[in-house]
């Protein structure tokens, strides 16, 4: 079984950037990555096809931009103008396994 590992969180001001990483064990095909908030539910962020067709939320499109590298296994999310709004754990999904998550935390 594939397993998931995501990296690249942390705090960042209003305005600025952070790139995630989705570091699979093996081969992925469709991955997604969400967000979830202490007060919310799970968000959906943004998905990617194997042959890189790519969506988003309606609030990040624009902003966000999903990658991969298939040589390395890995799932990217550029993340750029972020806001308060944005702060949650975000964690990459294929099939019904996900990764632990990393936190994004927007503040001054």
């Known amino acids: 079984q594939v397993q998931l590992v995501e990296s690249g969180g942390g705090l960042v001001r209003p305005g600025g950037s952070l790139r995630l990483s989705c570091a699979a064990s093996?081969?992925?095909?469709?991955v997604n990555w969400y967000r979830q908030t202490p007060y919310n539910s799970r968000e959906w962020v943004a998905r990617?096809?194997?042959?890189?067709?790519?969506n988003y939320k309606d609030s990040v499109a624009g902003r966000f931009t999903i990658s991969r590298d298939d040589a390395q296994n890995t799932v990217y999310l550029q993340m750029n103008r972020l806001g308060p709004d944005d702060s949650a754990l975000y964690y990459c999904q294929t099939e019904n396994i996900r990764g632990p998550g990393t936190r994004v935390t927007v503040s001054y």
């Open positions: 093996g081969i992925i095909y469709i």
């Open positions: 990617i096809t194997r042959s890189g067709a790519t």
